[in-house]
C-alpha cells in the first residue's frame, strides 16, 4: 500500500516544461532555434571574411595595394586565415565535457545562461582585437561561451517534443546550422563592406544579449534523467505524504536516515572526495560511451562528414570564385545553403519520422543520403559551366544536408538519458577535433601547394564516400534505443540519488511488511 502512495507523488518530479511555466515546447524550441542561428551567423561571418578578405600586394613597379577584411588588416596568410576560422573550437572542444559534467550538479538550464553570457562578452572583443592573437585569444572564447549551448539544448528538445516527432523538431532546430552560415555570408559581407569587419560582431553580440540575460532570470528547466539538489526538498515532502501509510516507528526511522544522508552528503560536497567522485564519473562514463559500438561508428561518419563540411564552409565561396569567377561568390553560396539546408535538413528529420524513428533506419538514412549527395558534389567540380555546377552542387548540398537530424537523433538515443549531455559534448569534440578543427588549415595548405582550387575541392568531396561507408555499417549493428532506460525514479546527482535510493529502498520494504 505505502509504495503505491509513493508512486504517484513521485513522478511528479517531471523533466517535462511543467504547465504553469511560460515556457511551452514550441516557445523553448523557439528560442533555441534563433539562438543556434546566432551562433552559426558567426561561424558564416567569419568565413565571408575568408572570401572578402585579402592581403595587401605590391608589384614589381612600387605599387602596392592596401589589404582589406581581418586577412588585410592583420596580414594574415592562408594558413593563419584558416587558423582564424577553427579557434574558436579549440574553446568549444575544451568546454563541452565540463559544461556536461556540471550538468549533474547544476542546473543544465543555468549553464546554458553562463555560457551565452561568455558568448556574448567574446564577440564584442572580437571587434575590439588589434592583431591575430589578439582576436585567435576571442575567438577561442566564443567558442568556450557556445560549448553549454550545443552540448545541452539538444537534450531539451528531445525531452519535449511530440513522441512521433522527435527528429523533426531536431530537423528544425538544426536547420540552425545552414541557415545561420549561409546568412552570416550574406550578413557578413554586406556589413563588412559598408562598415567593416568589426561592427559584424559588435551586432552578433548586441542580439545574443537578451538570450544570455534570460538565462538568468527565467524558471530554470530539468532534464530527463537529472535532478538538481532543489528536489531534495521535493523529496523530503514524500515522506509527509506517506505518513498515512506508515506506522509510527517506521515513519521516525525513514525520517532519521533521510535527515543523516542528506547531512552526509552535504560535508561530502565540502570534501576533497567529492571532487574524485566526479572525476570518477566522468571516466566511467567516458568509458561506457566508447564502449557503444553503435556511438563510436556514428561518431567516426560524423568526423569524415564534417571535414569536408567545415572546410566547405570556409573555402567554399572562395573556390567557386578561382574555379567559375563568381563575382558575388559568398552571396551564391549563401543562397545556396539555405535553401539546400533548409529543405534538406527539414527533408531528413522528417523523412525518418516517417520511416519510423529507429537507429537502424536512422544509419540507412545517413548512408544513403551521405552516398548518392557526394556523387553529385564531387560530378559538380567536374563541370566547367557554372550553371552546370550550381544545379549539380545544389542537389548535393540538399543530401548531404539531410544527415543532421539522424546523426543527432543516434547520439540522443543511443545512451541512456543521464548521458545524452555527455554524449552531444564529446561527438562535438571527437568530431571537431579530427573533423573540422584541422580541415580548414589543412585545405589551406593543400591550396598553397597545388594551386588548383579544383583539384583542392575534388580531393575534400572525395572524403564523404567512406563517410557512408561507415554509416552504412551502422545498419548492421545492434541498435537499442535507450530513451526510457531509467525513468524520473533515475537521479544523476550524487546528493540527490542517495536520497531516492533511501526512499525507494523503504518503500519496497514497507511495502512487503504487514500493514
Keep these: 500500500m505505502a509504495s503505491h502512495s509513493m508512486e504517484p507523488s513521485m513522478s511528479k518530479i517531471s523533466t517535462m516544461i511543467p504547465t504553469t511555466s511560460w515556457f511551452t515546447p514550441k516557445r523553448l524550441l523557439a528560442i533555441f532555434c534563433v539562438i543556434n542561428l546566432l551562433n552559426y551567423l558567426d561561424r558564416g561571418a567569419i568565413a565571408s571574411n575568408g572570401v572578402n578578405g585579402s592581403r595587401g600586394t605590391c608589384t614589381e613597379d612600387g605599387t602596392c595595394t592596401s589589404g582589406t577584411g581581418i586577412q588585410g588588416d592583420f596580414n594574415l596568410n592562408n594558413f593563419e586565415d584558416g587558423v582564424l576560422?577553427?579557434?574558436?573550437?579549440?574553446?568549444?572542444?575544451?568546454?563541452?565535457?565540463?559544461?556536461?559534467?556540471?550538468?549533474?550538479?547544476?542546473?543544465?538550464?543555468?549553464?546554458?545562461?553562463?555560457?551565452?553570457?561568455?558568448?556574448?562578452?567574446?564577440?564584442?572583443?572580437?571587434?575590439?582585437?588589434?592583431?591575430?592573437?589578439?582576436?585567435?585569444?576571442?575567438?577561442?572564447?566564443?567558442?568556450?561561451?557556445?560549448?553549454?549551448?550545443?552540448?545541452?539544448?539538444?537534450?531539451?528538445?528531445?525531452?519535449?517534443?511530440?513522441?512521433?516527432?522527435?527528429?523533426?523538431?531536431?530537423?528544425?532546430?538544426?536547420?540552425?546550422?545552414?541557415?545561420?552560415?549561409?546568412?552570416?555570408?550574406?550578413?557578413?559581407?554586406?556589413?563588412?563592406?559598408?562598415?567593416?569587419?568589426?561592427?559584424?560582431?559588435?551586432?552578433?553580440?548586441?542580439?545574443?544579449?537578451?538570450?544570455?540575460?534570460?538565462?538568468?532570470?527565467?524558471?530554470?528547466?530539468?532534464?530527463?534523467?537529472?535532478?538538481?539538489?532543489?528536489?531534495?526538498?521535493?523529496?523530503?515532502?514524500?515522506?509527509?505524504?506517506?505518513?498515512?501509510?506508515?506506522?509510527?516507528?517506521?515513519?521516525?526511522?525513514?525520517?532519521?536516515?533521510?535527515?543523516?544522508?542528506?547531512?552526509?552528503?552535504?560535508?561530502?560536497?565540502?570534501?576533497?572526495?567529492?571532487?574524485?567522485?566526479?572525476?570518477?564519473?566522468?571516466?566511467?562514463?567516458?568509458?561506457?560511451?566508447?564502449?557503444?559500438?553503435?556511438?563510436?561508428?556514428?561518431?567516426?561518419?560524423?568526423?569524415?562528414?564534417?571535414?569536408?563540411?567545415g572546410a566547405y564552409a570556409y573555402w567554399g565561396p572562395k573556390a567557386g570564385y578561382n574555379i567559375y569567377h563568381m563575382t558575388d561568390a559568398d552571396l551564391i553560396f549563401g543562397g545556396?545553403?539555405?535553401?539546400?539546408?533548409?529543405?534538406?535538413?527539414?527533408?531528413?528529420?522528417?523523412?525518418?519520422?516517417?520511416?519510423?524513428?529507429?537507429?537502424?533506419?536512422?544509419?540507412?538514412?545517413?548512408?544513403?543520403?551521405?552516398?548518392?549527395?557526394?556523387?553529385?558534389?564531387?560530378?559538380?567540380?567536374?563541370?566547367?559551366?557554372?550553371?552546370?555546377?550550381?544545379?549539380?552542387?545544389?542537389?548535393?548540398?540538399?543530401?548531404v544536408f539531410a544527415t543532421q537530424a539522424p546523426v543527432n537523433y543516434v547520439f540522443l538515443r543511443c545512451v541512456k538519458p543521464s548521458l545524452r549531455p555527455l554524449s552531444m559534448a564529446m561527438s562535438t569534440v571527437i568530431t571537431h577535433i579530427f573533423g573540422d578543427v584541422p580541415s580548414s588549415p589543412l585545405v589551406g595548405v593543400l591550396q598553397d601547394n597545388i594551386n588548383n582550387w579544383r583539384t583542392t575541392s575534388l580531393i575534400l568531396t572525395a572524403i564523404l564516400f567512406p563517410a557512408a561507408g561507415i554509416w552504412f555499417i551502422g545498419i548492421f549493428l545492434r541498435s537499442v534505443d535507450r530513451f526510457d532506460e531509467g525513468n524520473e525514479h533515475q537521479v544523476s546527482t550524487v546528493e540527490s540519488s542517495d536520497t531516492m535510493r533511501l526512499l525507494q529502498e523503504m518503500t519496497g520494504e514497507t511495502s512487503a511488511s504487514p500493514a
Design 85 to 309: 576560422s577553427s579557434a574558436f573550437l579549440v574553446g568549444l572542444l575544451v568546454a563541452c565535457p565540463i559544461f556536461a559534467s556540471l550538468a549533474k550538479s547544476v542546473n543544465p538550464f543555468r549553464l546554458i545562461g553562463i555560457g551565452l553570457s561568455v558568448w556574448t562578452l567574446a564577440t564584442f572583443c572580437c571587434g575590439l582585437s588589434f592583431n591575430f592573437w589578439s582576436i585567435s585569444i576571442c575567438r577561442v572564447l566564443v567558442g568556450f561561451g557556445e560549448a553549454s549551448f550545443i552540448s545541452l539544448a539538444a537534450p531539451f528538445i528531445d525531452d519535449n517534443a511530440p513522441v512521433g516527432q522527435k527528429t523533426a523538431w531536431l530537423a528544425i532546430f538544426y536547420m540552425g546550422i545552414p541557415t545561420g552560415y549561409a546568412l552570416g555570408y550574406v550578413y557578413g559581407g554586406l556589413v563588412g563592406s559598408y562598415f567593416g569587419w568589426r561592427y559584424a560582431f559588435w551586432v552578433e553580440s548586441v542580439l545574443m544579449l537578451p538570450f544570455a540575460i534570460s538565462g538568468f532570470f527565467m524558471n530554470p528547466l530539468e532534464l530527463k534523467g537529472f535532478v538538481s539538489v532543489d528536489s531534495k526538498k521535493a523529496l523530503a515532502s514524500e515522506v509527509q505524504v506517506t505518513e498515512a501509510s506508515y506506522g509510527k516507528d517506521e515513519l521516525l526511522y525513514l525520517k532519521a536516515e533521510f535527515r543523516d544522508k542528506i547531512s552526509n552528503d552535504g560535508s561530502k560536497s565540502k570534501s576533497t572526495t567529492k571532487i574524485f567522485d566526479q572525476f570518477s564519473i566522468f571516466f566511467n562514463d567516458m568509458k561506457e560511451l566508447l564502449l557503444d559500438e553503435v556511438y563510436v561508428v556514428n561518431v567516426l561518419g560524423y568526423i569524415a562528414y564534417n571535414f569536408v563540411l
Design 336 to 399: 545556396i545553403t539555405i535553401l539546400c539546408g533548409i529543405v534538406g535538413t527539414l527533408a531528413g528529420g522528417f523523412v525518418l519520422d516517417f520511416m519510423t524513428n529507429t537507429l537502424s533506419n536512422a544509419f540507412k538514412l545517413l548512408s544513403v543520403t551521405t552516398f548518392i549527395g557526394a556523387a553529385f558534389c564531387f560530378g559538380a567540380f567536374l563541370f566547367r559551366s557554372m550553371y552546370g555546377f550550381l544545379a549539380l552542387f545544389s542537389i548535393g548540398e540538399l543530401l
